[in-house]
């Protein structure tokens, strides 16, 4: 090669280098408020890349602030904001082009929030948690309970005492976590009923809902280390599913 040359290339190889390593950047910024204009603080403000599918969260600020980088340039993302007591909220932005762009969406929860103060835990403290297998009361609604399920195949798994003691553990925990969520549920539709209106208990069932399949999945993967590689591979996918989506994907 030329000296001309060489040295024209070696001018070059910074710049080229520099466009390499530039990532593509979207930023989503924008402030979550109540429908009196309040700002709504600690809203979970989710944006999908309705490209990749990939997710990033984030809570507001005191100010109902928030701000999310992509990085990527999607040509469409979905964001949507949840709060205890409100209707979840959602919006899709069209990007215009393929360079870094800042996104401003505002978002207004609609109607006024649910009191959980109307959510009344009812039933005695003290009464023994019923194991699995055992009939629920009358009138008492059957919680899915995971957990539980493993511990019915405890034959066919060959589970130790050992085992045994530690699922009984999980298995009670989670059944009063979700018992009491579910009675939370079942009390609020009946005051919100009684009300006349039960579009506004929509947001905090869902997160109810959302809290009561977060507590399976974390009791699920606590007992999953509680069995061996063997044992595990024998529960049902239905159960081990609940792992294999809190697992992180790997990337390309």
């Given amino acids: 090669m030329k000296p001309a040359a060489l040295l024209f290339s070696i001018m070059l190889a910074p710049a080229a280098l520099a466009a390499q390593e530039a990532a593509p950047t979207d930023v989503l910024t924008g402030r979550v408020t109540d429908l009196a204009g309040r700002a709504v603080a600690e809203a979970q403000i989710e944006v999908i890349s309705l490209k990749s599918g990939l997710a990033r969260t984030q ?58 103060s109307m959510v009344e835990v009812t039933g005695d403290i003290y009464r023994p948690l019923r194991r699995a297998g055992d009939k629920p009361a009358a009138g008492e609604a059957t919680v899915p309970n995971p957990v539980a399920e493993i511990l019915a195949l405890k034959d066919a798994l060959h589970l130790s005492a050992v085992q045994i003691l530690g699922l009984t553990d999980l298995a009670d925990s989670l059944q009063a976590k979700n018992s009491a969520l579910f009675r939370g549920i079942t009390d609020l ?35 999953e280390k509680l069995l061996r590689p063997d044992q595990w591979i024998l529960v049902p996918k239905g159960i081990t599913e609940r792992v294999e989506r809190q697992e992180p994907k790997a990337g390309p």
């Fill in 59 to 116: 809570q507001t600020d005191s100010t109902g602030r928030y701000r999310i980088v992509f990085p990527e340039h999607a040509p469409r993302y979905q964001v949507t904001a949840r709060r205890m007591g409100f209707s979840p909220i959602q919006r899709t932005i069209t990007s215009g082009s393929e360079a870094d762009e800042r996104f401003i969406v505002d978002l207004q929860f609609v109607g006024a929030p649910v009191a959980l």
């Fill in 189 to 223: 539709i009946a005051k919100q009923k009684e009300a006349g209106d039960a579009t506004q208990m929509a947001g905090t069932v869902s997160l109810m809902l959302q809290e009561a399949s977060s507590n399976s999945d974390r009791a699920v993967q606590e007992a």
